[in-house]
């Protein structure tokens, strides 16, 4: 089954304490991106990635990173995560250019205290 | 600031009914439009897209018209379904085809009552 899977699907940690949120696609896509969903704010891009060690920043890269070294998988790491990083995140990945294309996964939800 | 804009944080609607969403946006360098629908506990799915050249994108119940002269577009839903429920995204991308750097609107859910 084509999918985007992302772990973990709930966390709650403490400020300060680095985390990773992994996300894989079995679909072979090019293209994948990060996104945080806030009340009010709608899907806001964190990142994306266009291929293999190839990424740049979207709306709202701050206290982010992230790499691409396979195809497959785009971690999402928070060095040092603050309260203002509590938010619903989606990675999505997409074969090429046209974005209806886009699949997303089913979300992490992180609550940073 | 955003760029695209979702009004209208609700909407409930009759099933039977056409239900109406609304999205604005203010760059006029968009020129590709995308509805997403969203279900609880999952990840936004494609729904229907429009390009600037058209005014309307119709796709079985589901049409999108496009202002831009009002830089407006909205989605019809007719005739809606319980089914339909859910939280719709309006999204663009810039002019010139980066499809991976674009923007969200912040939502609509919609209600639709048996």
């Known amino acids: 089954e084509a999918q985007v899977t992302q772990n973990p699907r709930y966390l709650i940690t403490v400020t300060g304490k680095k985390l990773t949120v992994t996300c894989s696609q079995n679909m072979n896509h090019e293209y994948m991106s990060w996104y945080r969903q806030d009340p009010g704010l709608g899907l806001r891009q964190i990142y994306y990635?266009?291929?293999?060690?190839?990424?740049d920043k979207g709306d709202v890269p701050e206290g982010y990173k992230v790499s691409r070294k396979e195809k497959r998988n785009f971690p999402l790491i928070l060095e040092s995560p603050s309260p203002n990083q509590t938010s619903l995140y989606f990675c999505a990945s997409s074969p090429g250019q046209r974005q209806e294309t886009q699949y997303f996964g089913p979300g992490t939800r992180l609550l940073v205290l | 600031d955003q760029q695209v804009k979702q009004n209208s944080p609700s909407l409930s609607v009759q099933e039977g009914r056409i239900s109406i969403l609304n999205c604005d946006y203010t760059n006029s360098m968009f020129d590709y439009f995308l509805w997403y629908k969203k279900y609880p506990a999952e990840g936004p799915t494609f729904l229907i897209s429009?390009?600037?050249?058209?005014d309307k994108n119709e796709d079985g119940r589901f049409t999108v018209f496009l202002n831009k002269s009002a830089k407006h577009l909205s989605l019809h839903i007719v005739p809606s379904q319980p089914g339909d429920s859910a939280v719709y995204f309006c999204?663009?991308?810039?002019?010139?085809?980066?499809?991976?750097?674009?923007?969200f609107g912040s939502g609509t859910k919609l209600n639709v009552k048996p």
């Open positions: 990635s266009m291929n293999v060690e190839v990424t």
């Open positions: 429009i390009s600037s050249i058209k």
């Open positions: 999204a663009a991308p810039p002019r010139g085809g980066n499809f991976n750097k674009f923007y």
